[in-house]
């Protein structure tokens, strides 16, 4: 199975690298633009029998490794 | 003022303010304060900006000294270092928030102690970082380092800094509190240094880089909080470091400074915008009205409370020649940073914040200061050391294979590790380079040019010396980075502490405290040391478990001609192996006896400042007398891992004859002692400056060969794996 | 010769850069800021190293995109010497001067230590006071030096002796392809390298080997 | 309009990150991860009259900055 992991930054916390960019982009003659956040993403491909499975072993990867849950959260979608 | 939060007992203890403190505040301001005004009271009076229970202790340091321009009480001390130069440094702490999130807690940690250097006009030359950490085997220990060391060279290398030199140590009683201490040195004209103290009526108060966030609203207070459980709650204050925007800030604010422009400079550290303001007024006698519709915010709906508490990175504030605010501006302009007029000094010594029209907030400035609370805390007589329990000590190969234990042990081993993520080359003046006893970098004269002058720095404490007796192991901290700036040749000028404890409430913690200070003390009178900057750290606690007491210790000397430098490695086969200070014999707290036993037993080695100084005296007079071929101080580990380093950095063996007890010879602790390298031919010369000097000397062997022949026999490559072996293999 | 450097906010090692080349060619460069659009008659254009903007999105991706990249590109197709130092590599090859791009280290971690340089290609306007197969010290100090290539990329690049430099002796400290360290363009008067020859020019660096590249470049080949 | 750009490496491109992740999981005693990719999200937040403009738009944000096309491949979507 395939799921995808998408990890942004908390609401509130400085993201300098989205800062960068916006300012990056209206140099670049982009208008309009009021802002620019920057997060990552994992795509994982794990064999497990069952989705629920899957799930919560996922779900731990975030958790433990994936995320820094002190300033980041997480979504998993499966594709 | 009216009051839209009524201030309840809760509100005020979550301030971190003691019922006694709230009242204080109450009968100076005669009223219910606004919850902006508990905000600034609480950032004021806590322990990290306040030092209201170790101000009266501070006091007692030397802190004066021909070579002082200005001690404590800046953003940082000023040393001259001759020809209208001086140096200026200090350290800080950023232990409870490296703790919670590794990487950033660092990273805004080196960015914090940047930010008071070039504050005052300097151009950062050389960074340290002091780190202590956990048991290796603790479950959080590992991601917690490389968490700290990527943030220090996240932000330092960024930043363009060369990292020259600090510590790692690992114990089980830091699981629960690291420590991340970080240096920074940076280099001024003596007429061109740049102080906060606010000159002039009505002039414009000028915020300047980055935009204000809720980052660590309430961080100053969890700095001085102990830990409990409920820790996850204290996370939310979390400050993240743009190193892109401080690196503008510094060309910034150094172009600024050119211009005349500024009066007084500050940056925003702990509490920004409060403490800042408030130092600013009242070291200048004079009053600040600010109005928080013009700070530059990046989100909406931000507080007078939560703009006045922010710890956003990357801000300072400035008091403006206001003939001078178009070039200014121009210059934040082109950097890409904010430059808004906030507020306006005024004479009326008030510190008054406007938001929407409103006073939200009319305190006394002075007081604010000057008023804080200030402890003198009950303490006890330190406790007596574990007495040393019966240990065999090893022999004949053994002996041998104990040196291969403790250059391989968690706390013996390298730690290129470490190092190899900080830029230690950037700049082009790195001489030395973090693994020898110092760092040391070349410094271009007023106009940028190279010169043969350079500046020595080195960061140093025994902790467990200082748990089984703060006094001594206060001594053997300053003397320790002195004698590692005099083994490269170095003349030690002024040093800076970052003072780590416990939680001072408890008697036996501040015992820890008190002690330590006046070991430190009389350790930087006699080797004439002064201390020029430095912070405090307490409450270093987790559930009534304290840190070892670490008084980080950290030092800067010059040397005339850098050509004559010492460095640890051995330079030639047959080079004599000469001890300065004669062979040891205590045992209590070595690194030796913690291998042997696993525990730390026994009083650590005391100091004779006066033998310190006449030994090292001695050895930076040969070293720049071009006598000597390599020099290392004899430290944790004693003799035998001081020889095997060198012999590792060197790739040249050694054979060393020893006295009967070679165990006790080479892995005993006693201080103020060193091994050098001379030359066959100079090595007459060199016994014979030293009886002149009256120094205890002794030939203990030659340099040569592949093995180091120490008691028994060990082939460098032994050496070497086990050296270089651990902290890779650790960290995985 | 006259030289320029080019400075784009967050660099960080281009005094490094202004010193080595006013030590070697006794000429101090033209210091270029990144929104003059003018950079004058020189024969030699050179991006230091740092992290411009922060490196953020991606290494170099920024100052890659300002319009002085513009100006150098039509000076590059004049013939004029480009040379990209770490960061100033990894702005080439987000400039499209250079094929490739330069991932995180294989460690992930950043690397600062002293490396082992192989002269791939002696024969270059950047490395002729070198001999073919010299090996020098040099040091590097980067987060993403890690080069990578398409296959029939990295084929024409080795094809055409577009490799100028390769890590020797097994001190690739990136996980770079074929060890690359340093690469030329088609026309041979860009090189990108990740590696600091600007920091060991002199006895007080602990060694000169990276000088023979700025002699090399400050002269006309023969 | 908000729009989110992920930005992922083509196939065949190395990914050291990817593969540390990977490596990190296993030792994390995370079993069956067959294959971990690391890319990037970008959060937009433009204003824009019409949609088509808005896309076209963003389109050329991510030719010209926010993906390296030479690497990596982009996708648009509008939340
Ligand atoms: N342990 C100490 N020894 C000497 N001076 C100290 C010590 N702790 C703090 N100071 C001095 O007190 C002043 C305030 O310290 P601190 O709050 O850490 O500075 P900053 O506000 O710049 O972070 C500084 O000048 C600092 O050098
Ligand atoms: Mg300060």
């Given at each position: 199975m395939k799921a995808r992991v998408t990890v942004t930054l908390k609401n509130g916390v400085l993201d300098p690298q989205g800062k960068a960019i916006e300012g990056a982009l209206s140099s670049l003659?982009?208008?309009?633009?009021?802002g620019v956040r920057q997060g990552k993403v994992f795509d994982l491909d794990i064999d497990a029998s069952d989705q629920s499975a899957a799930e919560t072993q996922v779900a731990q990867m975030c958790e433990k490794l994936l995320a820094n849950t002190v300033i980041e959260d997480y979504a998993i979608e499966w594709v | 003022m009216t009051n839209s939060i009524q201030i309840t007992d809760e509100l005020i203890a979550e301030h971190g303010l003691k019922p006694d403190e709230y009242q204080r505040i109450l009968d100076l301001i005669g009223r219910e304060p606004t919850i902006t005004e508990l905000g600034i009271f609480s950032a004021m009076w806590n322990e990290h900006c306040s030092y209201k229970s170790s101000k009266i202790w501070l006091k007692t340091l030397p802190t004066t000294?021909?070579?002082?321009i200005l001690g404590p009480g800046e953003n940082a001390g000023v040393v001259d270092i001759g020809d209208g130069q001086a140096v200026i440094f200090k350290m800080e702490s950023h232990n409870h928030p490296s703790y919670i999130e590794p990487y950033q807690g660092a990273a805004t940690g080196v960015g914090g102690i940047l930010r008071d250097v070039f504050t005052m006009g300097a151009r950062p030359i050389a960074a340290m970082n002091a780190l202590r950490f956990g048991a290796p085997e603790h479950a959080k220990t590992k991601h917690l380092v490389s968490g700290v060391v990527a943030g220090v060279g996240g932000y330092g290398n960024s930043f363009g800094v060369p990292t020259v030199g600090g510590e790692v140590e690992f114990h089980e009683?830091?699981?629960g509190n690291i420590l991340v201490n970080a240096f920074a040195a940076g280099l001024a004209d003596t007429d061109k240094i740049f102080l906060s103290e606010a000159k002039g009526v009505g002039l414009p108060v000028v915020y300047l880089g980055a935009k204000t966030g809720r980052d660590g609203v309430g961080g100053a207070t969890m700095a001085s909080a102990e830990f409990g459980d409920d820790i996850d709650e204290k996370r939310p204050t979390v400050q993240v470091g743009d190193p892109f925007t401080e690196k503008c800030l510094l060309e910034a604010c150094l172009e600024l400074m050119k211009t005349g422009a500024v009066i007084a400079i500050q940056d925003m550290g702990a509490a920004g915008l409060t403490c800042s303001a408030v130092e600013m007024g009242a070291s200048g006698n004079l009053g600040v009205e600010l109005n928080l519709n013009k700070v530059p915010v990046r989100e909406e709906r931000m507080t007078p409370y939560e703009m006045m508490l922010s710890e956003s990175q990357e801000r300072m504030l400035m008091v403006l020649d206001p003939s001078k605010e178009e070039v200014a501006s121009k210059i934040f302009e082109k950097w890409g940073l904010d430059f808004a007029i906030v507020g306006v000094t005024t004479d009326d010594l008030r510190f008054r914040i406007m938001f929407d029209g409103e006073e939200v907030a009319n305190l006394p400035i002075k007081e604010l200061g000057d008023e804080a609370p200030e402890y003198d805390r009950p303490w006890t007589e330190p406790p007596k050391p574990a007495p040393i329990p019966e240990v065999k000590l090893p022999e004949g190969q053994a002996v041998a294979d104990l040196i291969v234990k403790l250059v391989g042990s968690s706390n013996g081993s390298s730690r290129r590790w470490v190092y190899?993520?900080?830029?230690?080359?950037?700049?082009?003046?790195?001489?030395q380079r973090p693994g020898g006893d110092a760092g040391v970098v070349r410094v271009p004269d007023r106009d940028g040019n190279d010169t043969k002058k350079a500046l020595a720095f080195s960061s140093d404490v025994n902790p467990v010396y200082c748990e089984a007796d703060p006094y001594e192991g206060g001594k053997q901290a300053v003397a320790e980075v002195w004698r590692n700036l005099s083994a490269v040749g170095a003349e030690p000028l002024a040093s800076t502490d970052n003072l780590n404890f416990g939680n001072p409430e408890r008697p036996e913690i501040m015992a820890q405290f008190v002690h330590a200070i006046k070991g430190i003390g009389e350790a930087c009178r006699a080797l004439n040391f002064p201390i020029v900057s430095g912070n405090v750290s307490l409450y270093n606690e987790t559930n009534g478990v304290g840190i070892l007491p670490t008084p980080t210790m950290a030092g800067v000397g010059i040397l005339p001609n850098v050509d004559q430098m010492a460095t640890i490695a051995f330079k030639n086969d047959n080079d004599a192996v000469l001890l300065v200070g004669g062979h040891g014999s205590h045992m209590g707290q070595t690194q030796a006896l913690r291998e042997l036993t696993g525990g730390d037993f026994g009083p650590p080695p005391s100091v004779d400042l006066a033998l310190e100084k006449k030994n090292g005296d001695f050895v930076r007079d040969i070293i720049r007398k071009g006598l000597v071929t390599a020099c290392h101080d004899i430290s944790s580990g004693g003799l035998g891992v001081a020889v095997a380093e060198m012999a590792i950095k060197g790739n040249i063996g050694a054979s060393i004859t020893l006295p009967g007890d070679a165990a006790t010879a080479l892995f005993s602790e006693d201080q103020a002692r060193y091994v050098i390298t001379c030359t066959r031919e100079q090595r007459d010369a060199v016994l014979d400056t030293a009886e002149k000097a009256g120094i205890e000397i002794e030939a203990i062997g030659k340099t040569g060969g592949n093995n180091l022949e120490a008691g028994g026999t060990i082939s460098l490559e032994t050496l070497r794996e086990a050296y270089e072996g651990w902290f890779p293999e650790f960290m995985g | 010769m006259k030289s320029a450097v080019i400075l784009f906010p967050g660099l960080n090692r281009d005094l490094d850069m202004i010193a080595a080349l006013g030590k070697i060619s006794g000429e101090e460069p033209a210091k270029i800021w990144h929104t003059d659009t003018d950079i004058g008659d020189v024969d030699l254009i050179v991006i230091p190293g740092g992290f411009s903007y922060g490196d953020y999105l991606r290494a170099g991706a920024i100052a890659a995109r300002s319009p002085i990249m513009d100006t150098i590109r039509k000076k590059a197709e004049a013939g004029v010497k480009v040379i990209g130092v770490c960061n100033g590599f990894q702005i080439l090859c987000e400039a499209g001067l250079l094929p490739g791009a330069l991932m995180r280290n294989a460690s992930l971690k950043f690397v600062c230590r002293e490396v082992m340089l192989e002269v791939a290609n002696a024969d270059t306007a950047f490395t002729h006071h070198y001999a073919q197969g010299d090996t020098l010290r040099c040091p590097v100090a980067h987060h993403d030096g890690n080069y990578f290539a398409a296959p029939d990329v990295i084929d024409e690049l080795e094809a055409n002796n577009r490799i100028a430099f390769r890590y020797a002796n097994g001190t690739n400290p990136n996980g770079s392809i074929n060890d690359i360290a340093g690469i030329l363009n088609e026309q041979g008067n860009v090189l990108g390298m990740m590696p600091h020859p600007e920091n060991l020019i002199e006895a007080f660096h602990g060694?000169?080997?990276?000088r023979g590249l700025f002699e090399s470049a400050l002269t006309k080949v023969a």
């Amino acid at each position: 199975m395939k799921a995808r992991v998408t990890v942004t930054l908390k609401n509130g916390v400085l993201d300098p690298q989205g800062k960068a960019i916006e300012g990056a982009l209206s140099s670049l003659e982009f208008s309009g633009v009021n802002g620019v956040r920057q997060g990552k993403v994992f795509d994982l491909d794990i064999d497990a029998s069952d989705q629920s499975a899957a799930e919560t072993q996922v779900a731990q990867m975030c958790e433990k490794l994936l995320a820094n849950t002190v300033i980041e959260d997480y979504a998993i979608e499966w594709v | 003022m009216t009051n839209s939060i009524q201030i309840t007992d809760e509100l005020i203890a979550e301030h971190g303010l003691k019922p006694d403190e709230y009242q204080r505040i109450l009968d100076l301001i005669g009223r219910e304060p606004t919850i902006t005004e508990l905000g600034i009271f609480s950032a004021m009076w806590n322990e990290h900006c306040s030092y209201k229970s170790s101000k009266i202790w501070l006091k007692t340091l030397p802190t004066t000294g021909d070579c002082v321009i200005l001690g404590p009480g800046e953003n940082a001390g000023v040393v001259d270092i001759g020809d209208g130069q001086a140096v200026i440094f200090k350290m800080e702490s950023h232990n409870h928030p490296s703790y919670i999130e590794p990487y950033q807690g660092a990273a805004t940690g080196v960015g914090g102690i940047l930010r008071d250097v070039f504050t005052m006009g300097a151009r950062p030359i050389a960074a340290m970082n002091a780190l202590r950490f956990g048991a290796p085997e603790h479950a959080k220990t590992k991601h917690l380092v490389s968490g700290v060391v990527a943030g220090v060279g996240g932000y330092g290398n960024s930043f363009g800094v060369p990292t020259v030199g600090g510590e790692v140590e690992f114990h089980e009683r830091y699981n629960g509190n690291i420590l991340v201490n970080a240096f920074a040195a940076g280099l001024a004209d003596t007429d061109k240094i740049f102080l906060s103290e606010a000159k002039g009526v009505g002039l414009p108060v000028v915020y300047l880089g980055a935009k204000t966030g809720r980052d660590g609203v309430g961080g100053a207070t969890m700095a001085s909080a102990e830990f409990g459980d409920d820790i996850d709650e204290k996370r939310p204050t979390v400050q993240v470091g743009d190193p892109f925007t401080e690196k503008c800030l510094l060309e910034a604010c150094l172009e600024l400074m050119k211009t005349g422009a500024v009066i007084a400079i500050q940056d925003m550290g702990a509490a920004g915008l409060t403490c800042s303001a408030v130092e600013m007024g009242a070291s200048g006698n004079l009053g600040v009205e600010l109005n928080l519709n013009k700070v530059p915010v990046r989100e909406e709906r931000m507080t007078p409370y939560e703009m006045m508490l922010s710890e956003s990175q990357e801000r300072m504030l400035m008091v403006l020649d206001p003939s001078k605010e178009e070039v200014a501006s121009k210059i934040f302009e082109k950097w890409g940073l904010d430059f808004a007029i906030v507020g306006v000094t005024t004479d009326d010594l008030r510190f008054r914040i406007m938001f929407d029209g409103e006073e939200v907030a009319n305190l006394p400035i002075k007081e604010l200061g000057d008023e804080a609370p200030e402890y003198d805390r009950p303490w006890t007589e330190p406790p007596k050391p574990a007495p040393i329990p019966e240990v065999k000590l090893p022999e004949g190969q053994a002996v041998a294979d104990l040196i291969v234990k403790l250059v391989g042990s968690s706390n013996g081993s390298s730690r290129r590790w470490v190092y190899e993520q900080y830029d230690t080359y950037i700049q082009g003046n790195s001489a030395q380079r973090p693994g020898g006893d110092a760092g040391v970098v070349r410094v271009p004269d007023r106009d940028g040019n190279d010169t043969k002058k350079a500046l020595a720095f080195s960061s140093d404490v025994n902790p467990v010396y200082c748990e089984a007796d703060p006094y001594e192991g206060g001594k053997q901290a300053v003397a320790e980075v002195w004698r590692n700036l005099s083994a490269v040749g170095a003349e030690p000028l002024a040093s800076t502490d970052n003072l780590n404890f416990g939680n001072p409430e408890r008697p036996e913690i501040m015992a820890q405290f008190v002690h330590a200070i006046k070991g430190i003390g009389e350790a930087c009178r006699a080797l004439n040391f002064p201390i020029v900057s430095g912070n405090v750290s307490l409450y270093n606690e987790t559930n009534g478990v304290g840190i070892l007491p670490t008084p980080t210790m950290a030092g800067v000397g010059i040397l005339p001609n850098v050509d004559q430098m010492a460095t640890i490695a051995f330079k030639n086969d047959n080079d004599a192996v000469l001890l300065v200070g004669g062979h040891g014999s205590h045992m209590g707290q070595t690194q030796a006896l913690r291998e042997l036993t696993g525990g730390d037993f026994g009083p650590p080695p005391s100091v004779d400042l006066a033998l310190e100084k006449k030994n090292g005296d001695f050895v930076r007079d040969i070293i720049r007398k071009g006598l000597v071929t390599a020099c290392h101080d004899i430290s944790s580990g004693g003799l035998g891992v001081a020889v095997a380093e060198m012999a590792i950095k060197g790739n040249i063996g050694a054979s060393i004859t020893l006295p009967g007890d070679a165990a006790t010879a080479l892995f005993s602790e006693d201080q103020a002692r060193y091994v050098i390298t001379c030359t066959r031919e100079q090595r007459d010369a060199v016994l014979d400056t030293a009886e002149k000097a009256g120094i205890e000397i002794e030939a203990i062997g030659k340099t040569g060969g592949n093995n180091l022949e120490a008691g028994g026999t060990i082939s460098l490559e032994t050496l070497r794996e086990a050296y270089e072996g651990w902290f890779p293999e650790f960290m995985g | 010769m006259k030289s320029a450097v080019i400075l784009f906010p967050g660099l960080n090692r281009d005094l490094d850069m202004i010193a080595a080349l006013g030590k070697i060619s006794g000429e101090e460069p033209a210091k270029i800021w990144h929104t003059d659009t003018d950079i004058g008659d020189v024969d030699l254009i050179v991006i230091p190293g740092g992290f411009s903007y922060g490196d953020y999105l991606r290494a170099g991706a920024i100052a890659a995109r300002s319009p002085i990249m513009d100006t150098i590109r039509k000076k590059a197709e004049a013939g004029v010497k480009v040379i990209g130092v770490c960061n100033g590599f990894q702005i080439l090859c987000e400039a499209g001067l250079l094929p490739g791009a330069l991932m995180r280290n294989a460690s992930l971690k950043f690397v600062c230590r002293e490396v082992m340089l192989e002269v791939a290609n002696a024969d270059t306007a950047f490395t002729h006071h070198y001999a073919q197969g010299d090996t020098l010290r040099c040091p590097v100090a980067h987060h993403d030096g890690n080069y990578f290539a398409a296959p029939d990329v990295i084929d024409e690049l080795e094809a055409n002796n577009r490799i100028a430099f390769r890590y020797a002796n097994g001190t690739n400290p990136n996980g770079s392809i074929n060890d690359i360290a340093g690469i030329l363009n088609e026309q041979g008067n860009v090189l990108g390298m990740m590696p600091h020859p600007e920091n060991l020019i002199e006895a007080f660096h602990g060694g000169a080997d990276g000088r023979g590249l700025f002699e090399s470049a400050l002269t006309k080949v023969a």
